[in-house]
């Protein structure tokens, strides 16, 4: 089996998310030879097995990442006053009988990636909300850290931006064309402001197809029913 040199290089940016780098390297590269065919260079696998260890362990890694994640989103929304019942079906989350979540004060440096979402349900909130330790999204698809606070204040809503953090204050959304700057989460995220608010416009909501590309087709299908 070959694989381009270029996958090689995929796969070390990714793995090595989880895998410590310099082991990994060693791993990957006892286990093939290059080889050049004109201008490319090709790598050319000599022990599977080795290889296939590897994967193994990353998407076993990958798999309790993703369960790590879920349930810290789980304990959110609980914080912000939802019901969250695990059933055979899957969870099942009720929101607060009055219709408003709770303020929230929340680090959010380890699942950073959920911030737009908290972000566009804070309006909502009976008290304000407040984002920390998240400058490094500034760095991501877009400063999302700007985008929210820009794209909030389109919507009427007040927000104080600072440099690692976000306070979004209650308010009543009003209609507006949310930029998504070309910045995926952002077009989904902001989404749910169009739950109660009319006249949300999502500019650009195609480019959410880098992750989800019929997003809005089940979004639609899911407000419909």
């Not at 985008?147 to 909030?152: D, F, M």
Request: glycine share 4%; aromatic share 8%; with cysteine.
């Amino acid at each position: 089996q070959t694989l381009k040199l270029v996958m090689l290089l995929v796969l070390h940016t990714d793995l090595t998310s989880t895998l410590n780098s310099s082991k990994f390297l060693k791993m990957l590269m006892s286990s093939c030879v290059l080889l050049k065919d004109q201008d490319t260079w090709y790598v050319v696998l000599t022990k599977k097995d080795l290889v296939y260890q590897l994967f193994t362990q990353y998407t076993k890694m990958q798999q309790e990442m993703l369960k790590t994640l879920l349930w810290t989103g789980v304990k959110v929304l609980e914080q912000l006053g939802c019901k969250v019942t695990d059933t055979a079906k899957g969870i099942c989350v009720e929101g607060p009988e009055h219709g408003n979540i709770h303020g929230i004060d929340i680090d959010m440096n380890d699942f950073s990636d959920q911030t737009m979402t908290l972000a566009a349900m804070a309006p909502y909130a009976d008290a304000p909300v407040h984002i920390s330790h998240i400058g490094h999204i500034r760095l991501q698809e877009s400063d999302r850290i700007h985008a929210i606070v820009t794209e909030l204040r389109r919507a009427g809503i007040r927000c104080e931006e600072e440099e690692d953090a976000l306070t979004i204050y209650p308010g009543v959304p009003h209609a507006a064309v949310i930029k998504t700057y070309e910045d995926h989460r952002m077009a989904m995220a902001f989404s749910l402001l169009g739950l109660r608010t009319d006249g949300i416009i999502i500019d650009d909501p195609l480019c959410c197809k880098k992750t989800f590309e019929n997003y809005f087709e089940l979004f639609t299908m899911l407000t419909q029913e």
